[in-house]
């Protein structure tokens, strides 16, 4: 047996995540990936690409921070290969090369910035596969604070898959228009009618904080009617409240509300009844792109 560690770090619109995986390889055995550990720093670069059109120095500085921090973590935990992806915020900041050069000269980690299109397609080398059954459809949201993807799987094949410029941190901005979200209803009723046999597999910080909130076991889904109660319970509280009754860490106890939103549209406009949350998203995919390459 051979164990090996990759790392996949996620610079997301609200959050930069680290993901170290140990790749456990056996002679007679298939490759089996275990995480090891994810860290999570709040820096909501969205904030800045959205509304202002850049990244401002304070939010760089942090960046440069956490870069840094996860730079001495791989070494710590003995990862031999890493992949650093950005996603909506530095695609659409007017600074986001400079970003990614300033970042680089500072902690010597190489920053890719990728497409909605290679995201979405990061995302479907995931386990998915193993979630999804032949005589049904799926509808897989991946919720982030700057864009959501959206793919479409039928008889057990990746059918479309669209990114759309629908995030938690756009919502709270009023940066969605009425028009974009009639465009994402037609998109995902082109694909599905909206029978009974439509099952939705979500990702995210949001619907997986959702799902540890329902109480639900690993591998139970949420239900539509559920998360709906959710959402008008957590949306009659003051933000204040939802972080000292709740115990929502602050950078999650806004954007929950939207992502919330998000889910229950994809749910209405695709017939689906039920929510699986299996806790895996881009930088599990990024993983299994580093190994496989």
Known sequence: MRIRKFAAIDIGSNAVRLLVNNVIEHEDKPVSFKKSALIRVPVRLGEDA???????????????????????????????????????????????????????????????????????????????????????????VDVGGGSTEFTVFDQGKLVASKSFKIGTVRILNDLVSDDLWETVEKWIKTYLNGDSKTEIIGSGGNINKLHKMSGRKMGQPLSYIWLNAQYHFLNSMDYEDRIAELGLNQDRADVIIPAAQIFLSASKWSGAKKIHVPKIGLADGVIKTLYYQ
């Open 50 to 140: 959205f509304t202002k059109g850049e990244i401002s120095d304070v939010s760089l500085k942090r960046l440069v921070k956490t870069m840094k921090s996860f730079d001495l973590l791989m070494q710590v935990y003995g990862v031999e290969k890493y992949m650093a992806t950005a996603t909506s915020a530095l695609r659409e900041a007017g600074n986001g090369e400079k970003v990614v050069q300033h970042v680089f000269e500072h902690s010597g980690l190489k920053i890719e910035i990728i497409d909605g299109k290679k995201e979405a397609e990061i995302i479907a080398s995931t386990d998915l596969k193993e979630l999804i059954k032949k005589d049904r459809s799926y509808l897989y």
